[in-house]
């Protein structure tokens, strides 16, 4: 098993900068890919940004040039940079973990808050 926990979150204004960071315990050689994902008020979840054990990043479009996701390896830690951010950024952000055969782990969620 896999244990992820999330950190980071906060309220900030339009425009500004946020850092997430995950931090994974437990059988953590297992895993390949990790993930961000965010579920904003009266939205589904949906995948924000994943990078793979070799550094390989993928990002859906609204983020693409405003998020950075990263990993350190050594930590077993994963962070997703956030710059620009705009109030429909508001969202509880979930860390995702998954094995290199396919099993998927979820943290608890940290609350993202662009308003002025």
């Known amino acids: 098993q896999v244990q992820l926990v999330e950190s980071g979150g906060g309220l900030v204004q339009p425009g500004g900068s946020l850092r997430l960071s995950c931090a994974a315990s437990?059988?953590?050689?297992?895993?390949?890919?990790m993930a961000w994902y965010r579920q904003g008020p009266g939205k589904e979840r949906e995948l924000v940004a994943t990078?793979?054990?070799?550094?390989?990043?993928n990002y859906t479009d609204s983020v693409k040039g405003r998020f950075t996701i990263s990993r350190d390896n050594a930590k077993n830690t994963v962070y997703l940079q956030m710059n620009n951010l705009k109030p429909e950024d508001t969202a509880v952000y979930y860390c995702?973990?998954?094995?290199?055969?396919?099993?998927?782990?979820w943290g608890k969620g940290t609350l993202a808050t662009v308003s002025s």
């Open positions: 995702n973990a998954a094995w290199f055969n396919g099993m998927p782990f």
């Open positions: 437990g059988s953590v050689d297992s895993i390949n890919t």
């Open positions: 990078i793979t054990r070799g550094a390989s990043t």
